[in-house]
């Protein structure tokens, strides 16, 4: 069956630290992944995007890695603050029809301590 | 600034008794998407509109219904909600070229009594 999963454990980190989440997928090949973050009670924002044949992608403190053989994203955040502090999704294209249609990861929480 | 609307932030309906929950977007956007969210789950998508051209998950319920009247508005229709569609539902858009992002609004919180 298709999956897509995240570590539903907290990952608690200290300030200054690199935080890396790890997203995992199964039975997909999606053409693109891309990391959004969610605040408790509010909607998704997005992060950025990957395509397949980027094996990495910057924004500021944030980079993307894409493994197409592993079939998975790994998202870093460097010099972490407690303002990173968020639920973080990543989402890939099913190619199963539709208009930039994304299936969702559950999310890891990521909690940044002073 | 463009954006993605959601009316109401929270809503609490009956067991039963029909509610319906409104998007509205700036964004100008020829793609919006219904999600329902639970706790510390994945958004689940329920269906979309390019333009007019309605596309429906396979596994959602009949009880979900859309309406589209503009490119500007989308509403959700619950006909007759149960316990399990208390849920966050996150309304969102995308263009059609470009990027591939969505952009989300913040959200309508149904509780079912």
């Known amino acids: 069956s298709q999956k897509i999963e995240q570590n539903s454990e907290a990952l608690n980190i200290q300030e200054g630290k690199t935080a890396t989440l790890t997203c995992n997928y199964t039975?997909?090949?999606?053409?693109?992944l891309q990391w959004y973050r969610q605040d408790p009670g509010r909607g998704p924002v997005f992060l950025l995007l990957?395509?397949?044949?980027?094996k990495e992608k910057r924004k500021e403190r944030l980079k993307v890695t894409f493994d197409t053989t592993l079939k998975q994203s790994l998202f870093h955040i460097t010099a972490s603050q407690p303002a990173d502090s968020a639920t973080y999704l990543c989402?890939?294209?099913?190619?199963?029809?539709?208009?930039?249609?994304?299936?969702f990861g559950a999310g890891t929480r990521l909690a940044v301590h002073p | 600034d463009a954006m993605v609307i959601q009316n109401p932030r929270y809503q609490v309906t009956q067991f039963g008794k029909p509610v319906t929950l409104s998007c509205s977007q700036t964004?100008?956007?020829?793609?919006m998407y219904w999600y329902q969210q639970k706790s510390s789950q994945a958004p689940k998508l329920l269906f979309h509109?390019?333009?007019?051209?309605?596309?429906n998950e396979a596994d959602t319920p009949d009880n979900f219904q859309s309406r589209r009247p503009n490119t500007s508005f989308c509403f959700l229709d619950i006909r007759s909600p149960g316990l399990g569609d208390a849920a966050m539902y996150l309304c969102?858009?995308?263009?059609?070229?470009?990027?591939?992002?969505?952009?989300f609004g913040p959200g309508t919180r149904l509780t079912v009594l």
């Open positions: 969102a858009t995308s263009a059609t070229s470009g990027r591939n992002e969505q952009f």
């Open positions: 039975n997909y090949s999606p053409a693109y």
């Open positions: 990957i395509r397949e044949n980027e």
């Open positions: 989402a890939l294209d099913p190619l199963s029809g539709g208009y930039n249609k994304l299936i």
């Open positions: 964004l100008n956007h020829n793609v």
């Open positions: 509109y390019y333009d007019k051209d309605f596309n």
